[in-house]
Nanobody
Framework: QVLLVESGGGLVQAGGSLRLSCAASGRAFSTYDMGWFRQAPGKYRELIAVITSGSSTHYADSVKGRFTISRDNANNTMYLQMNSLKLEDTANYFC??????????????RGQGTQVTVSS
């Protein structure tokens, strides 16, 4: 069992930055692939960033070059640094943990989510 709690969401102007955090319980954090998903009203859930247990990173085209995912295994925490935010980044963001590679939008565990709203 892995419990995940996100923080760091909020309201930001377009072009601004936010940093999301995902705190995880359990001693096996370092063995999980971790990811950030987002979902806006009326839109499909989107896996936007992944960091593997080996710390390889992957990004959706929609955020590549603007967002950076990282993890701190010593503190069981994952981060998402979001820069150059756009109106279309507005969504509920949640972190997820998976035993192995993420497939589609499936995951083993997820947090409750944090809202990110980008204003003009």
């Amino acid at each position: 069992q892995v419990l995940l709690v996100e923080s760091g969401g909020g309201l930001v102007q377009a072009g601004g930055s936010l940093r999301l955090s995902c705190a995880a319980s359990g001693r096996a954090f370092s063995t999980y692939d971790m990811g950030w998903f987002r979902q806006a009203p009326g839109k499909y859930r989107e896996l936007i960033a992944v960091i593997t247990s080996g710390s390889s990173t992957h990004y959706a085209d929609s955020v590549k070059g603007r967002f950076t995912i990282s993890r701190d295994n010593a503190n069981n925490t994952m981060y998402l640094q979001m820069n150059s935010l756009k109106l279309e980044d507005t969504a509920n963001y949640f972190c997820a943990a998976n035993r192995g590679t993420f497939v589609g939008v499936r995951y083993d565990y997820r947090g409750q989510g944090t809202q990110v709203t980008v204003s003009s």
